[in-house]
T-cell receptor, first 110, second 112 residues
Framework: DQQVKQNSPSLSVQEGRISILNCDYTNSMFDYFLWYKKYPAEGPTFLISISSIKDKNEDGRFTVFLNKSAKHLSLHIVPSQPGDSAVYFC?????????FGKGTKLSVKP | DAGITQSPRHKVTETGTPVTLRCHQT?????MYWYRQDPGHGLRLIHY???????DKGEVSDGYSVSRSKTEDFLLTLESATSSQTSVYFC???????????FGSGTRLTVV
């Protein structure tokens, strides 16, 4: 049973526009959430995280929003750039190992 | 990331043969993990280690074993490789169990 769900396998966005990647979770004990970015033939790299005591965390063009009541988080990329084209994994933990979603492949068109 | 290396980067092996993948870290992190990545499944945890000689199973541990005799090395062994174990394998490290992970570059394993 998936505890972390990324329901969109892919997303295509025009360069300069906003990319919104979504993630849902089922375990209310999760208290730490992360986004990882993965290019082909490379390992995932950490992008941004958020603790459950916050509802927003921003780092440059990347912002993560957490809605605890809905058990939903989203990653906003503004403005999107072609170099952002990658697979994005959402991950969550609650004092245990990180649990990853299946990933969303983002394509940013020039 | 220079703090974690995986070897080999690519391997082709025959069904039924044993295979060992190596993960080496220079960060002195306590936790080490082995994941596999497959289309439609994302990243799935195979085994993890929380110290020297301390390991535990993950979500997809059947057919795999691990060993950690030193802090810096975490070995993943496929005792008798099967085609279903064709995958990309990633090692990861972290200081604490719930901290962000640092991943290696991956090993692409093909079982023919």
């Amino acid at each position: 049973d998936q505890q972390v769900k990324q329901n969109s396998p892919s997303l295509s966005v025009q360069e300069g526009r906003i990319s919104i990647l979504n993630c849902d979770y089922t375990n209310s004990m999760f208290d730490y959430f992360l986004w990882y970015k993965k290019y082909p033939a490379e390992g995932p790299t950490f992008l941004i995280s958020i603790s459950s005591i916050k509802d927003k965390n921003e780092d440059g063009r990347f912002t993560v929003f957490l809605n605890k009541s809905a058990k939903h988080l989203s990653l906003h990329i503004v403005p999107s750039q072609p170099g952002d084209s990658a697979v994005y994994f959402c991950a969550a933990s609650g004092q245990g190992n990180l649990i990853f979603g299946k990933g969303t492949k983002l394509s940013v068109k020039p | 990331d220079a703090g974690i290396t995986q070897s080999p980067r690519h391997k082709v092996t025959e069904t039924g043969t044993p295979v060992t993948l190596r993960c080496h870290q220079t960060e002195n992190h306590r936790y080490m993990y082995w994941y596999r990545q497959d289309p439609g499944h994302g990243l799935r945890l195979i085994h993890y280690s929380y110290g020297v000689k301390d390991t535990d199973k993950g979500e997809v541990s059947d057919g795999y074993s691990v060993s950690r005799s030193k802090t810096e090395d975490f070995l993943l062994t496929l005792e008798s490789a099967t085609s279903s174990q064709t995958s990309v394998y990633f090692c990861a490290i972290s200081e604490g169990r719930s901290d962000g992970y640092t991943f290696g570059s991956g090993t692409r394993l093909t079982v023919v």
